[in-house]
């Protein structure tokens, strides 16, 4: 008999029920039992938080969005806020807490779901003696060593969707409109849903942008008796001077900057320098919504079922990965060490290019 709990870390992203559907179903025809662990590393803190699943929890949730178990990206517990008696906050270390109610619990391993973040967190824990195994989670799709993560095509296929409509509009008002997405320091959103979506420009962390070439294709539209454009900007873009957007730090908890403001910045500048009328929008949460597409469902289901296999095999502190159609693992330390970007040599930014898309930079084939 083994006993598993898993976890979801992290910001939300269609497909995390697939999973733990999976790993519910795979474990019980093993005989061993499943717990899950309430927002993240809830479970362990506080007994209540610690549930049972077995098929009939999980019965028809392979299909819908979110977590049953609930998420967080502010529970890391090497680093966890704690009000003291004072009223003060401060930050304490409870991951030795955490490690010895695992044990406590009789667990005999972690599947942990999350991106970048969660995972580290667990091969922390790892490193301290846990069991853990990885499951690749982000609609970000830049976690290093697997070819696709859970949740970023139905992300892709909601901003899509949402491309679709706005050329409607924006050709009955004669508008500019840009459209900011998620996605990081990383531009796969931006890139597969823009060119998906029919944009004019698409403007990625990769590439810094030049305002007058994007102002540039703009007019080169007007000239060609198109008079709307559609604008794509991944949160993470810079400009050629190397200026980034941001609204500051998160919340108390969190390391990283919360990104976002683009798409504001860069309608504002349209609007000035061609004096068109320029409206933006952030698709912002709506990506991580849903029910996951086919792909994303398929996928996940096919990590769920591949981390029991490494349970049985006792491959820990490892990721299960998708490479080359093929379910691989791949150690988590590899996985983590740096964000996946987009490769500026393949085809999808010479598609773009080739199909007259401006990608914020000079394009030397451009039409004459």
């Known amino acids: 008999m083994k006993k598993i709990v898993i976890s979801t870390g992290g910001g939300d992203a269609p497909g995390l029920n697939a999973v733990i559907y999976a790993v519910v179903h795979a474990s019980a025809r093993k005989g061993w039992e499943v717990y899950g662990s309430r927002n993240g590393y809830g479970g362990f803190l506080d007994i209540d938080d610690m549930v049972r699943l ?9 299909s819908t ?8 990206n502010k529970g890391n517990p090497f680093s966890k806020p704690v009000e003291n008696l004072a009223g003060e906050i401060q930050i304490v270390d409870i991951s030795d807490k955490i490690l010895r109610n695992f044990n406590r619990m009789g667990f005999d391993c972690h599947i942990a779901i999350g991106g970048d973040g969660s995972l580290d967190i667990a091969h922390r824990f790892a490193e301290k003696g846990m069991p853990v195994i990885g499951v690749p989670k982000t609609i970000d799709n830049d976690l290093n060593q697997t070819s696709r993560t859970f949740g970023f095509d139905t ?5 899509t969707e949402a491309l679709d409509k706005l050329h409607s509009t924006a050709k009955s008002h004669n508008r500019v409109l840009v459209v900011e997405v998620m996605g990081r320091e990383s531009g796969w959103i931006a890139l597969y849903s823009g060119i998906s979506g029919g944009a004019d ?3 990625l ?15 080169d539209n007007e000239l060609h008796d198109k008079n709307y454009s559609i604008v794509v900007v991944a949160e993470g873009a810079v400009t050629k001077d190397g200026r980034s957007f941001n609204k500051g730090m998160g919340e108390l908890g969190r390391d990283e900057v919360v990104l976002g403001g683009v798409g504001e910045w860069v309608a504002s500048e349209i609007r000035k320098i061609t004096e068109k009328d320029t409206r933006s929008l952030v698709l912002g949460h709506l990506q991580r919504g849903g029910s996951p597409t086919t792909f994303d469902r398929l996928l996940a289901l ?52 080739e199909i007259g898309i401006c990608l914020g930079d000079k394009d030397e084939g451009q039409e004459v």
């Open 54 to 62: 077995t098929p009939r929890d999980v019965e028809g949730i392979y």
């Open 205 to 219: 962390p990769e590439i810094p942008f030049d305002m007058h070439e994007v102002c540039n294709k703009i007019s």
């Open 65 to 72: 969005g979110g977590t049953i178990l609930g998420s967080t």
């Open 155 to 159: 992300a892709v296929a909601t901003a």
């Open 201 to 203: 420009v698409i403007l």
């Open 302 to 353: 096919r990590f769920g079922t591949a981390a029991v296999r490494l349970v049985e095999n006792k491959v820990f502190d490892h990721m299960v990965a998708l490479k080359d159609s093929t379910m691989i693992s791949v150690p988590i330390v590899e996985a983590i060490k740096a964000r996946k970007k987009v490769d500026l040599s393949n085809d999808k930014i010479m598609t773009a290019r």
